[in-house]
Nanobody
Framework: QVQLVESGGGLVQPGGSLRLSCAAS????????MGWYRQTPGKQRELVAT???????HYADSVVGRYTISRDNAKNTVYLQMNSLKAEDTANYYC?????????WGQGTQVTVSS
């Protein structure tokens, strides 16, 4: 089992920045993928960004150039730096951890972009 604890959400004005963190604990294998997804009411959860244990990254087109995903393998923590935030980025953001066929989710952290 893997437990994920997210932090860093909140209210920010358009154009502002936020940094999300997600710490993983439990049975963690060296080879894994950590990432962030987001969901708004009535819509499917969508991928935001992922990063492998080797450091390869992937981003949704909508966040390229604005968001940066990174990780600290020693701390089993993944970060999401979000810049130039827009109203349409408002969502509940979920941390995800995948390894050898197992898939885990955090509880979600709300990000609201509003003036």
């Amino acid at each position: 089992q893997v437990q994920l604890v997210e932090s860093g959400g909140g209210l920010v004005q358009p154009g502002g920045s936020l940094r999300l963190s997600c710490a993983a604990s439990g049975s963690i294998f060296d080879r894994n993928v950590m990432g962030w997804y987001r969901q708004t009411p009535g819509k499917q959860r969508e991928l935001v960004a992922t990063i492998t244990s080797g450091g390869s990254t992937h981003y949704a087109d909508s966040v390229v150039g604005r968001y940066t995903i990174s990780r600290d393998n020693a701390k089993n923590t993944v970060y999401l730096q979000m810049n130039s935030l827009k109203a349409e980025d408002t969502a509940n953001y979920y941390c995800n951890f995948r390894t050898y066929g197992s898939n885990y989710w955090g509880q979600g952290t709300q990000v609201t972009v509003s003036s």
